[in-house]
């Protein structure tokens, strides 16, 4: 044979390189919380605009932060899910109310 079976030894479907990532890993799991918390408390009741908002302000910041150092796509993956749930969640945090009670 010219090509040599090797097994996969990265360790999941989505991390490629087989390296730990914590900052990266933090940022991810950081980011998903608060997406989250933005996006339910958000589409849960009008007068939690406040933290709607400002939750998805952040995540906004903490998941764009993610996506310029990320490094495999298992992050970026996660990254995106996070970044989508906060942006929703801050655009309807702003249309009931905003940043500033």
């Not at 919380?33 to 995540?59: E, R």
């Not at 899910?81 to 655009?91: E, H, I, K, N, P």
Request: net charge negative.
């Amino acid at each position: 044979m010219a090509q040599a079976l090797r097994p996969n030894t990265a360790g999941g479907l989505f991390a490629s390189d087989g390296k730990p990532h914590p900052l990266q890993d933090a940022l991810l799991a950081v980011t998903l919380v608060l997406g989250l918390t933005s996006f339910l408390t958000a589409i849960i009741d009008d007068d939690l605009h406040l933290l709607s908002s400002w939750a998805g302000l952040v995540g906004i910041f903490t998941g764009a932060y993610g996506q310029w150092i990320s490094e495999t796509t298992r992050e970026r993956f996660g990254l995106i899910l996070g970044l989508g749930a906060s942006g929703v969640g801050f655009f309807l945090g702003m249309a009931h109310g905003g940043l500033i009670g």
